[in-house]
């Protein structure tokens, strides 16, 4: 981020997110924190769902593809690590 022009970090990061909002709507999901560039989403609330737990899992497998689209549309390198977090 460092070597990044300021305007540029925003609209890269612009771009990850609208990628997970939209990944977060097709899962069922809820996000309900984003901080700098890590965001957390929720399944089976506010709403609960009976198949919350299947947008749990299919969502960080789908992710890295998300990343992956986005830095290879952004002119970057396409591998990045995501971290995931369950409790």
Do not use: C, W, Y
Not at 69 to 85: L, W
């Amino acid at each position: 981020a460092q070597a990044t022009d300021p305007a540029r970090l925003v609209s890269l990061l612009d771009d990850l997110f609208t990628r997970f909002d939209r990944l977060v709507a097709e899962h069922g999901l809820e996000t309900i924190k984003t901080v700098g560039d890590a965001s957390m989403a929720v399944a089976g609330a506010p709403v609960m769902q009976s198949d919350h737990a299947g947008g749990a899992v299919d969502f960080p497998r789908a992710a890295p593809l998300a990343v992956a689209g986005g830095r290879r549309a952004n002119g970057r390198d396409p591998r990045d690590p995501v971290g995931r977090a369950r409790g």
